[in-house]
Each structure stands twice: as C-alpha cells, then as structure tokens.
C-alpha cells in the first residue's frame, strides 16, 4: 500500500533552517511527483510547490521563492522540503502528498505531518 | 492568484441529513477543481479530482459538480465519520489555492 512517512516534530528558532523528509514507499517513486502543503495553527491549507522526482523540476510558491528548497533521493524514495530564514509564521503542520509526475495539484496520498515550531 | 472561496465556513448538521458545500473561484477554472476532507490530526484525503470524479475508494455518498467558478461539494446521506472539515482546491493556476475550509458539526 502507499505510504508516505515524514520525519519527526522539530522546534527552531527564527532565521534557523528546518528540513523535513518524507519517505515514501508502496509505489514506483519516479513516476509520480511531490506536492508541499502547510496548515498553520487554526488555518486553513496552504500549497507550498510540487517537484517532479524524475525530472528534478520544481514550481514553488511565489511567497516562498527564495526560502524554500524540494529535493528527492531516488536511492532512498525519499522527498526533503527545506525552509530558510524561518520566522514565527512559518509555524505549521507540514504535509508531503503523492502529486502526478506534471504536478496536476491531484493529491491522492498524504503524509502523517510534521509540526513545525519556530519560536525564540 | 486564485482565490477560492467557501460556504459555509461551518455547518451544525446531523446523521442522515443531506449536505451541500459550495466554493466559487475568482475566475473560471474550467473543472479544475479537487475536494479533500480533513479530520484533527489526520493526513487530509482526497475525495472528489476534477470536479466530479470520484477517488479511488470514497463512499458514492459523496459527489462533486460544477465548472467555470461555481462548484458543489455534496454529501448525499451524512455519516457519522464524515464529521470534517472540507476543502476545495483549484489547480488551474500555481499556486493550487485551497478555500478556507467547511467544518461540519454534530447538531
């Protein structure tokens, strides 16, 4: 079955980088892409960019061009999201999900999610 | 950007009752339009992708239509599990922009 599965909760401090990885398994992990959503506490989803893990493309968020960094590891089936410069409104859930390799935005499997905290 | 807007932002309703979630875009999005339910501390799920087709494994309780900028979310007889919030998604355009949310509620 497909399974995504992120790493651990991690608590940084503003201007601090965080990185968090999802692993996935279940699937032929280059036929298909890697979406990045965000929910802060209390609100709503929030779309942060899609890699293709094939081809290595990506298309970020506009907010977050220049922060935010995609990669995969086709050796271990793993997708990272890096976040630079954090700051206190960068604290959220961060979800990996399962996108087509073109990156249609169709989300059909979701990692667990990984609490983000950036606080001084 | 595309803007995505919801109604109702939440609802009290009750098991067997009939649902109806709408989400209208800024612009026409052709049927670019996906919904997922999301439960408190869960991975959200997709439902409904292109407007009206149904995910792999959803209950046929739940349908989608619409096109252009107006779209339906519905639930045709309510279930205990489906006490959620819902969301639309327009992938038209990057960035896929999400509506804010519909929480159903237990009346």
């Known amino acids: 079955q497909v399974q995504l599965v992120q790493s651990g909760a991690e608590v940084k401090k503003p201007g601090a980088s965080v990185k968090v990885s999802c692993k996935a398994s279940g699937y032929t992990f280059i036929n298909y892409g890697i979406s990045w959503v965000r929910q802060a506490p209390g609100q709503g989803l929030e779309w942060m960019g899609w890699i293709s893990v094939y081809k290595g493309d990506t298309h970020y968020a506009q907010k977050l061009q220049g922060r935010v960094t995609m990669t995969t590891d086709k050796s271990t089936s793993t997708a990272y999201m890096e976040l630079r410069s954090l700051r206190s409104d960068d604290t959220a859930v961060y979800y990996c999900?399962?996108?087509?390799?073109?990156?249609?935005?169709?989300?059909?499997?979701w990692g667990q999610g990984t609490l983000v905290t950036v606080s001084s | 950007d595309i803007q995505m807007t919801q109604s109702p932002s939440s609802v009290s309703v009750s098991v067997r009752d009939r649902v109806t979630i709408t989400c209208r875009a800024s612009?026409?999005?052709?049927?670019?339009v996906n919904w997922y339910q999301h439960k408190p501390g869960k991975a959200p799920k997709l439902l409904i992708f292109a407007a009206s087709s149904l995910q792999s494994g959803v209950p046929l309780r739940f349908s989608g239509s619409g096109s252009g900028t107006d779209f339906t979310l519905t639930i045709s007889s309510l279930q205990p599990e489906d006490f959620a919030t819902y969301y639309c998604?327009?992938?038209?355009?990057?960035?896929?922009?999400f509506g804010q949310g519909t929480k159903l509620e237990i009346k």
């Open positions: 612009q026409s999005i052709r049927n670019y």
């Open positions: 999900a399962r996108d087509q390799d073109y990156g249609s935005g169709r989300l059909d499997y």
């Open positions: 998604q327009q992938t038209y355009n990057t960035p896929y922009s």
